[in-house]
T-cell receptor, first 114, second 114 residues
Framework: GDSVVQTEGQVLPSEGDSLIVNCSYE??????LFWYVQYPGEGPQLHLK?????DKGRNKGFEAMYRKETTSFHLEKDSVQESDSAVYFC?????????????FGSGTRLSIRP | DAEITQSPRHKITETGRQVTLACHQT?????MFWYRQDLGHGLRLIHY???????NKGEVSDGYSVSRSNTEDLPLTLESAASSQTSVYFC?????????????FGPGTRLTVL
């Protein structure tokens, strides 16, 4: 079945560092890919999206490129800020079956050191 | 403003008791979902509904049930609570159609089963 893998449970960059959070996926269909963000005490919310291969999602200085050849959707930022501290979930939805049903990765906690 | 609410926000119960968690949305969304969030597992889908009288099992549905009698509400019932069901529970909703991939989450319910 479909799956999303996030290899890092937590990353601890310093403010101003560059960031890459890894995400890989597995599916036999043609998914759309997402990053959801969860701030402390809140539910997750959509952060950015890429609807098809070679699309790039962007939001608040974060970017993620939908790479079909490597089945990856890594989250990147040039310079992180303390306010970026949150849990980030990579996710996919399968437009071929049900676009509303989303499969989430295990999440990566981003803790920015001041 | 439209919103999605969950109650209670915190609940402590005993093994074997029946527990119902409420979810109410004013987005008028057709699609509603229940997830549980556990460390290392991310968000796992329990049950979902695409409209009134429609319910479907997710990947971790054993021990849980839902019913959808109107558009706004999808209560989640734990028939006989077990310690393994200690978790944070999130309700979410999404519209049908072009943006059905964007789920709006409630603030969560922290359930402890003793």
């Amino acid at each position: 079945g479909d799956s999303v893998v996030q290899t890092e449970g937590q990353v601890l960059p310093s403010e101003g560092d560059s960031l890459i959070v890894n995400c890989s996926y597995e599916t036999t269909q043609y998914p759309s890919l997402f990053w959801y963000v969860q701030y402390p005490g809140e539910g997750p919310q959509l952060h950015l999206k890429a609807m098809k291969a070679n699309d790039k999602g962007r939001n608040k200085g974060f970017e993620a490129m939908y790479r079909k050849e490597t089945t990856s959707f890594h989250l990147e930022k040039d310079s992180v800020q303390e306010s970026d501290s949150a849990v980030y979930f990579c996710a996919l939805s399968d437009l071929g079956s049900s676009a509303s049903k989303i499969i989430f990765g295990s999440g990566t906690r981003l803790s920015i050191r001041p | 403003d439209a919103e999605i609410t969950q109650s209670p926000r915190h609940k402590i119960t005993e093994t074997g008791r029946q527990v119902t968690l409420a979810c109410h949305q004013t987005w008028n969304h057709n699609n509603m979902f229940w997830y549980r969030q556990d460390l290392g597992h991310g968000l796992r889908l329990i049950h979902y509904s695409y409209g009134v009288q429609d319910t479907n099992k997710g990947e971790v549905s054993d021990g849980y049930s839902v019913s959808r009698s109107n558009t706004e509400d999808l209560p989640l019932t734990l028939e006989s609570a077990a310690s393994s069901q200690t978790s944070v529970y999130f309700c979410a909703s999404s519209e049908s159609g072009e943006r059905e991939y964007e789920q709006f989450f409630g603030p969560g319910t922290r359930l402890t089963v003793l």
